[in-house]
């Protein structure tokens, strides 16, 4: 099976990288700090969650009589982490947490996701919770339910998609009616709803977005509510899971299908935010969610690589000259070697670019991190599906059998391009909203350092050919006389600026890391990315430009 080394020095890297560390120590987090977090969490992931992943895979969640029950030891995995502090790591301090920042919590995410994504789901939605209530709920909400969701004790979900209603939430049905004690009466039935229902925790706080009667029709007519299983006094609320979805992967993560108000009229919650602006509140926790499930894709690739590597290591196959005797480690053949090589590229790319987001999150820098939250997204979990796929072809035919463990990574790794908002809905969202941010200046700006930092490993003419061309694709998107034309266009160019946005932290890692142990790697990775991977993905957009037309015109019925 596959052993997990966790990648510290990896990991640190990309935290210099993003700025907010520095070998002096003179940021808010000193590298002698983080390297002593990442060495403990590392630690934990290895020896405590690791070994579960495969029994979590093997022997899923199940339902019975509205419970669920998780595979088997991991109920009690749950609790030590919770008691080692993990859970409470970005939590605001005055809520019992440790406040260390996003940059801190996406190293950690990385480690628990390369451990077992599906056990790490129920923290990660947790995490987007404690911040949405942190951010927009009434004070007494706050006190009464953030020290305990930050503790580990009670856990969190996000209720928003529904049987008729996926991505498009403006056909939303789920019903929220006002109560005489201040709090509202909900009722209504969700999908795909993530730890949903669990044995981890003695109460799950769903956070549920439904329409109140008379609201405005669409998106602008959702309020959202804390709905929580059980009730302040202890009694059941009226909220049922009454089914768990088969999936192709994360087996051992409940998916839950949820009934509010089934049985006696309706779920008791409590409003967060203003009526009808429910939309707006979640979007903190979907923001939140975005960039983690993009460093779910870091994690993937991560144990996709480290897979391919040592069974590259250990697997003998062919010889490499006609005067060889024994067979040859296939991780000396040309084309195993390119591909072990470009997984990691990819992955140190994909990680630098959702680190930089964690970054500019912890500086608040808003329009940096709504600008980079939908390439981290598409562009990390594109990678996992590609480094997943290429570490079974590594594998051979043993990557296609269930035993070797490659098959779960690439299973587990195909829902992240999808779920917490499509890829493709990240392409629209970056085409039609973020490149325009501040009149363009956030994109310039961003462009311009790309420019420089390339000309580190590439020459200063073609890092500027480079740049230009992003700049005249965003141009041609954004200045589109037929805009769902133009969206023809929008995943192939979002790849593109995810690409050159990677290729050029790729390029400042290679500087920070001359004259240490990672010098080569770091070397190797940027100029790999830069001359590979980079040109075919600016290609890739200029080519969905050209034919944007074509496909908007093109007839499928």
Same mark, same amino acid.
């Given at each position: ?17 993003a700025g ?5 120590g ?19 992931a ?139 009466? #909900? ?62 992967? #994360?087996?051992?993560s ?7 108000g ?18 707006a ?49 296939i ?6 070697k ?18 930089a ?14 600008l ?42 195909? #829902? ?80 593109a ?41 600016l ?5 969905a430009?050209?034919?944007?037309a ?8």
């Amino acid at each position: 099976m596959i052993e997990y080394n966790p990648p510290l020095a990896q990991l640190l890297l990309a935290m210099r990288v993003a700025g907010n560390l520095s070998a002096e120590g003179d940021s808010r987090l000193s590298l002698e700090d983080a390297q002593a977090v990442l060495s403990e969490a590392g630690r934990f992931a290895a020896d405590r969650i690791a070994p579960l992943n495969r029994i979590g895979d093997q022997k899923p969640a199940k339902l019975s009589n509205g419970l669920v029950t998780t595979p088997p030891g991991w109920s009690e995995l749950y609790r030590d982490w919770c008691a080692a502090g993990w859970n409470s790591l970005s939590g605001p301090l005055a809520y019992g947490g440790q406040s260390l920042g996003m940059q801190m919590a996406t190293a950690c995410t990385e480690l628990w996701n390369s451990s077992s994504m599906a056990f790490a789901l129920c923290p990660l939605l947790t995490t987007g919770a404690i911040e949405t209530i942190a951010a927009h709920a009434a004070d007494d909400l706050k006190q009464f339910y953030l020290p305990r969701m930050i503790a580990g004790e009670w856990s969190g979900t996000m209720n928003l998609t529904e049987p008729q209603s996926g991505s498009d939430l403006s056909q939303l049905r789920c019903k929220a009616k006002r109560s005489g004690d201040g709090s509202y009466i #909900i009722a209504g039935s969700k999908i795909f709803i993530t730890y949903g229902e669990h044995d981890f925790t003695s109460n799950i706080i769903h956070l549920v977005l439904a329409r109140l009667e008379n609201a405005p029709q669409g998106t602008k007519g959702i309020s959202l509510f804390l709905v929580p299983k059980y009730l302040p006094g202890g009694s059941p609320n009226d909220v049922e899971c009454h089914s768990l979805e088969h999936k192709l992967g #994360i087996h051992g993560s409940p998916t839950c299908s949820m009934s509010y108000g089934n049985k006696n009229g309706g779920a008791k919650g409590w409003l967060i935010g203003e009526e009808n602006r429910g939309l707006a509140c979640m979007f903190t926790m979907m923001n939140n969610a975005r960039l983690l499930v993009g460093v779910q894709g870091v994690a993937l690739a991560e144990r996709a690589t480290q897979a391919a590597f040592q069974f590259a290591k250990m697997r003998k196959q062919g010889r490499l000259s006609h005067s060889a005797f024994e067979p040859s480690e296939i991780i000396h053949h040309p084309d195993i070697k390119r591909m072990l090589l470009e997984m990691r590229a990819k992955t140190a790319a994909a990680r630098l670019l959702c680190m930089a987001t964690a970054s500019a999150i912890d500086e608040r820098q808003e329009a940096t991190a709504s600008l980079l939250t939908p390439l981290a997204k598409s562009f990390a979990t594109d990678i996992a599906n590609e480094v997943a796929s290429a570490a079974i072809q590594v594998h051979g035919g043993m990557g296609y059998i269930e035993e070797t463990g490659i098959a779960q990574i690439y299973r587990d790794a195909r #829902i992240l391009p999808i779920y917490e908002g499509t890829n493709g809905i990240q392409a629209i969202d970056l085409v039609t909203r973020k490149l325009t941010l501040d009149d363009g200046k956030c994109l310039s700006e961003l462009l311009h350092g790309c420019k420089n930092d390339l000309a580190s490993v590439v020459s200063p003419a073609l890092a500027a050919d480079y740049v230009d061309e992003v700049r005249r694709q965003s141009e041609a998107l954004t200045t589109s006389s037929n805009t769902q034309q133009a969206l023809a266009a929008a995943t192939p160019f979002t790849r593109a600026l995810a690409s050159l946005v990677a290729a050029a932290y790729l390029a400042k890692a290679s500087r920070l890391a001359r004259g240490s142990s990672s010098e080569e790697e770091a070397e190797t990775n940027a100029r790999l990315f830069a001359m590979g991977e980079l040109p075919i993905a600016l290609s890739g957009a200029n080519a969905a430009i050209t034919n944007a037309a074509l496909v908007f015109n093109s007839s499928l019925a």
